[in-house]
């Protein structure tokens, strides 16, 4: 399974994009990646995937480089909602790493 | 549909004793999985289910078991709690794995204490 390296915790100012950086160098062709959010004491909720084109969808967008080895899920609008543990994954059936704690300010 | 529900949502246990925590789903996912999460820490698989009959092992599955004896129902089994299965458990299923049919959906949990 490709490793996925994420900020321990970033900081965003409500109203303004949030940008979640995600690195997958050991991506391989036909594995996805996954974004899914945990807020806090609540089982972790789906948020958007994709393979190799940008996703969009109603909560965020995803934009996945090139070379797939790594990927940016943008909430465009974050509301203090919207704070909560971000996990990126390759591969979901396996395992969620540490995440990262994103904590919108108002 | 209720999508996922787990049952107890708390329990506190004494040392050495059993409980089975409960986890129904009726989305007719053929995935199921168990996780355990510590304070602070990312999610760990325990074990999962491809489908009835069949379960496997994750990351972390000593002093675990489970059966899958429907597709709806995934109970895990503690035999003799111990202090280090203090943790919140979250059962999640999914219609595939792998792909983009891999979407879980996790349940709300149960946090269990062993004192």
């Known amino acids: 399974d490709a490793k996925t390296t994420q900020p321990t915790s970033m900081d965003c100012a409500e109203g303004r994009a949030a940008n979640l950086p995600c690195n997958h160098s050991?991506?391989?062709?036909?594995?996805?990646v996954y974004w899914y959010r945990q807020i806090h004491s609540q089982g972790p909720q789906y948020i958007i995937h994709g393979l190799k084109n940008n996703e969009t969808n109603e909560m965020a967008s995803l934009i996945i480089t090139e070379d797939r080895k790594s990927s940016t899920l943008i909430l465009p609008h974050a509301t203090l909602r919207d704070t909560a543990v971000y996990y990126c994954?390759?591969?979901?059936?396996?395992?969620f790493g540490a995440g990262t704690r994103l904590t919108v300010k108002p | 549909n209720a999508g996922v529900t787990q049952t107890p949502k708390f329990r506190i246990l004494k040392i050495g004793q059993s409980m089975t925590l409960q986890c129904t789903q009726d989305m007719n996912h053929n995935y199921m999985y168990w996780y355990r999460q510590d304070p602070g820490m990312g999610l760990k698989l325990i074990y999962y289910s491809v489908g009835a009959g069949i379960t496997d092992k994750g990351e972390v599955p000593n002093g675990y078991n489970v059966s899958r004896s429907t597709t709806e129902d995934f109970p895990l089994r503690l035999e003799l709690a111990a202090p280090s299965q203090t943790s919140v458990y979250f059962c999640a299923s999914s219609y595939l794995a792998g792909g983009p049919g891999d979407t879980q959906y996790f349940g709300p949990g149960t946090r269990l204490t062993v004192l």
């Open positions: 994954i390759v591969r979901v059936r396996v395992r």
């Open positions: 050991t991506i391989s062709g036909n594995e996805y």
